[in-house]
């Protein structure tokens, strides 16, 4: 520090530069003051209730996983003597009318006071005072003294990772699951079993993780391949790992949605007990990308109990209100060859396919619902009839989510071209991708409410998800290099006021973020920003 500085900040601390005002996503107001509130090793956090003792351990680990400051922590209940050292408070109002997720933080220039509406609310003002903090590590943080009010847009703010295609490590979904809880949003779709992998244990069927677990060999490059590899690919969840990841999820107000493949994308659970399709096999774990016609047979009994046996241990391990069934591209030329099938559908008067998967989907809606639980499905399952109580996840456009809240059903707008973060942000990508153009512009101007809904059918869209399918992207950094910054233009969309929305303003603010990125040590992608497309 130069002499001049060293007597500027003796004599006058508000001197001191703070870090800037710059959020994301951008709340609902924010009202700058000048001076600022040092954070140091002095600095206590103290939490009014019980139900916040997470918030305050996750900040408490944030200062010091990323800034190696340990600070103490304590409930409170006794009024505090102002004199003593710099305080962090955490407070629940219990407002029970109000938005979930709504909160008030305030800095002054020896306190910082965050107050939720409810329990959520004080995690998300964490997660704000987390971006005051200045992203060069040193012992004193300064940070400006501003007052933040907020509350979310949608309640559904949601990111899916696929690891069927590949797997990750729990260690690397808990990275994930911070990474949405940082970014304020609260669903993480794991998207469970695919044709290339069946990736949680179920203790009735362990074929399905011993078998269905593992491929022999993997897809090189992009279509058209050039041929497959000779290495074995394995992985699985067990569900002790599962309930650790659910905690996990819980104490960062991310709820888990299991999602279970069916009757699609299920070849690895064919392999593993073959007599769950039509032909009876033999069928393999895919070693390649695409759809495929193995399907659950649905003219079959035992293929139903199966489904039921699988989804009570699902339930059991995920307390998520939601399952996923998938119900996306279903070819059903094994339902038209089957005897089974047809007599199913002659027995129901079914007059196609569609119908008897919309027969297929119902049956496991009513046994879902049967156990309290709502079912999700992408927009294929509004084909042949839409079971009664399932929300729809719109994916090919938004026509699906249209149709879905037109029928008065809850929606997740999902479309492929606005949240699909497997295609390239850059048009001079040079790693492989799927295809598509998706830079990080048109995710932030993607409006999850079509224009075309009436006034009483807004309501239905419950909020928006993006998407990650991983046929390219064999590990952790290359999912980072596909989310970032995309995720964070997502997160806006879904939390910022319309109003309050800015491309011009986000890209400056993106900036600052860049440095968090540079904190967490992201591999984030630079070049959708510097193509100026
Ligand atoms: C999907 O992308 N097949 C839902």
Not at 230 to 252: L, S, W
Not at 512 to 523: E, H, I, M, S
Request: charged fraction near 25%; glycine fraction near 6%; charge should be negative.
């Amino acid at each position: 520090m130069n002499r001049l500085l060293f007597w500027a900040v003796i004599l006058c601390p508000s001197f001191v530069q703070a870090a800037p005002v710059s959020i994301i996503p951008e709340p609902v107001s924010v009202v700058s003051h000048s001076g600022t509130f040092s954070l140091s090793e002095d600095t206590r956090i103290e939490y009014g209730q019980k139900e916040l003792k997470n918030s305050a351990e996750f900040f408490q680990s944030y200062l010091s996983q990323f800034y190696g400051l340990t600070l103490p922590l304590k409930k409170h209940l006794k009024l505090r003597n102002l004199s003593t050292s710099p305080v962090i408070v955490l407070k629940n109002n219990q407002r029970e009318e109000s938005v979930r997720g709504s909160y008030q933080l305030e800095v002054s220039e020896h306190e910082v006071m965050i107050t939720g509406d409810n329990a959520e609310g004080v995690f998300y003002g964490i997660q704000t005072l987390i971006q005051l903090l200045p992203t060069s590590v040193s012992s004193i943080l300064e940070l400006p003294q501003v007052s933040v009010q907020d509350a979310p847009r949608f309640q559904y703010r949601g990111m899916h990772l696929d690891v069927g295609r590949h797997f990750f490590p729990v260690d690397f979904v808990k990275r994930y699951i911070d990474f949405i809880a940082l970014h304020k949003m609260n669903v993480f779709h794991w998207h469970l079993t695919e044709d290339q992998g069946w990736r949680i244990e179920i203790k009735k069927y362990p074929k399905l993780t011993k078998v269905g677990g593992c491929r022999s060999g993997t897809q090189i490059g992009r279509e058209p391949s050039d041929g497959i590899d000779k290495n074995p690919y394995c992985g699985f969840y067990t569900q002790r790992e599962i309930k650790d990841v659910v905690k996990y999820a819980q104490d960062r107000y991310v709820t888990i949605i299991p999602e279970i493949e069916m009757p699609g994308h299920s070849s690895a659970a064919l392999a593993a007990y073959p007599e769950l399709g039509c032909t009876r096999g033999p069928y393999e774990v895919q070693r390649t990308w695409g759809v495929f016609n193995d399907i659950y047979c649905a003219g079959r009994e035992s293929t139903f109990i199966f489904l039921q046996d699988v989804l009570d241990e699902v339930m059991e391990l995920f307390p998520s209100p939601y399952i996923h069934i998938g119900g996306d591209e279903v070819p059903t030329e094994s339902w038209h060859q089957s005897p089974e099938c047809q007599a199913r559908m002659r027995e129901n008067h079914l007059k196609d396919e569609h119908e008897l998967q919309s027969y297929f989907v119902q049956r496991i809606e009513k046994y879902l619902n049967s156990k309290g639980r709502k079912m999700i499905g992408w927009d294929e399952i509004l084909e042949g009839g839409l079971a009664p109580n399932a929300t729809v996840m719109s994916w090919r456009g938004t026509e699906g989510g249209i149709a879905a809240a037109r029928q008065h059903h809850d929606v997740i707008m999902t479309p492929s071209s606005t949240s699909y973060f497997d295609h390239s942000q850059s048009k001079h990508e040079t790693t492989i991708a799927i295809g598509g153009y998706l830079p990080v512009e048109t995710v932030y101007r993607f409006e999850p409410v079509p224009a075309d809904l009436a006034p009483d059918e807004v309501k239905y869209i419950m909020g928006a998800q993006a998407n990650v399918w991983t046929e390219y992207m064999p590990d952790a950094s290359k999912v980072e290099y596909m989310i970032f910054p995309r995720l964070s233009a997502m997160s806006e969309v879904l939390w910022t006021k319309k109003e309050n929305k800015s491309w011009d303003d986000f890209q400056i603010r993106l900036k600052d973020q860049f440095g968090r990125y540079d904190l967490w040590k992201v591999n984030y992608n630079l070049k959708g920003i510097k193509d100026g497309t």
